[in-house]
């Protein structure tokens, strides 16, 4: 293990720490000008601040930038920084002010008045990992991204299975094209996916790529058009049955989310198994196909007790049948014709 910590603190409010990894600024380095505190930063794997001084200063330089607020709201006393990622509450009337600032600020919530040590751990380790969705340039929406997935999506079992998609994506596509039938029709509904907001975000995030988003319903295409409205031009949507929408379209589609219609509904099974055979002779030879609350009619881990019912009950036969491999698999199931074994994830 190797690495160090320098406390910014030029007026003794941190409590000295007795350890060779960690240096106190006013004790070890004494005052310092802004040119110094510039190049500390830029040499600086991570700046984490509580103070809007150094957060100002770190847009001159590369570094990822932590913010952590309770007292103060992060618009109000910083500046967007697409390599920085706010922390702030998730409670009270908060999330409705956050979730209208996410796209320029990348505000992250923690859940009580005050942050945990724990919770700002797990932002920090995740950047200085390195981006795992997005480039270094856009490390801010990156976290962001992070928390709805690998944090928000697990309460409904998407976390794994989307995480590996974004990777997926990423490596793969250099301008992804993305349809899914079905959209999201709820704001916040983390339990259910949220797929219509997160791919929006993530695209948004990388400057380039598409959207399109299917439904048979004109009503809940509004409600998805409201909740992707932050991402703009990254999302189009249509009115139409996706079956015949998939016949008519013309462009190569490189992920293929399929959960159009109810999965608990008698035609789930059929309705996907049409949407993808109809697709498939558009899905580009790395494309990777997304079939959404999938449900297990048997005992997990028993060999030969139970098949999947509903949406995958089709697909996945006439997949296997055709080529295709499952690369992770929980609430969803990730299928490819590239098989990406150091992605491969089955809860």
């Not at 797929?195 to 990388?206: E, P, V």
Request: include cysteine; hydrophobic fraction near 40%; aromatic fraction near 10%.
């Amino acid at each position: 293990f190797s690495g160090a910590i320098v406390l910014v603190d030029w007026d003794f409010r941190v409590p000295l720490l007795q350890s060779p990894r960690v240096r106190h600024l006013a004790q070890d380095l004494g005052r310092v000008s802004t040119g110094q505190f510039l190049a500390m930063a830029q040499r600086s794997d991570l700046l984490i601040g509580v103070d809007s001084g150094p957060l100002h200063a770190a847009i001159f330089t590369d570094v990822p930038v932590l913010g952590v607020f309770h007292a103060h709201y992060p618009t109000c006393v910083t500046l967007p920084n697409p390599r920085a990622a706010f922390m702030t509450r998730g409670i009270t009337d908060y999330p409705t002010v956050n979730r209208a600032h996410r796209a320029r600020w990348s505000i992250i919530e923690y859940a009580g008045v005050h942050p945990t040590g724990a919770e700002i751990a797990r932002h920090a380790l995740r950047m200085l990992e390195g981006p795992r969705y997005l480039t270094k340039a856009r490390f801010g929406r990156d976290v962001l991204l992070q928390q709805f997935v690998r944090d928000w999506l697990a309460s409904g079992g998407r976390q794994h299975t989307m995480d590996t998609v974004l990777r997926l994506t990423s490596k793969r596509f250099q301008a992804p094209n993305i349809v899914e039938t079905g959209c999201q029709e709820k704001p916040e509904d983390w339990q259910s996916g949220s797929s219509t907001y997160i791919w929006g975000a993530y695209l948004d995030g990388r400057g380039v790529g598409h959207l399109s988003s299917v439904m048979r319903t004109a009503e809940h295409l509004a409600a998805a058009r409201a909740i992707g409205a932050p991402w703009g031009e990254r999302i189009s949507y249509h009115t139409a049955d996706p079956v015949r929408w998939l016949g008519q379209y013309r462009q190569p589609i490189d992920v293929l989310c399929l959960r159009s219609t109810p999965a608990d509904a008698p035609a789930a099974a059929e309705c996907a198994l049409q949407e993808f055979q109809t697709a498939l002779p558009k899905l580009s030879p790395d494309a990777l196909v997304i079939v959404d609350d999938v449900q297990w009619d048997g005992v997990w881990g028993e060999r030969g007790s139970g098949c999947y019912v509903g949406r995958a009950e089709k697909v996945l036969p006439f997949a296997f049948e055709n080529g295709w491999r499952v690369l992770a698999c929980d609430v969803q199931i990730v299928l490819s014709r590239a098989a990406s074994k150091e992605y491969l994830y089955v809860s």
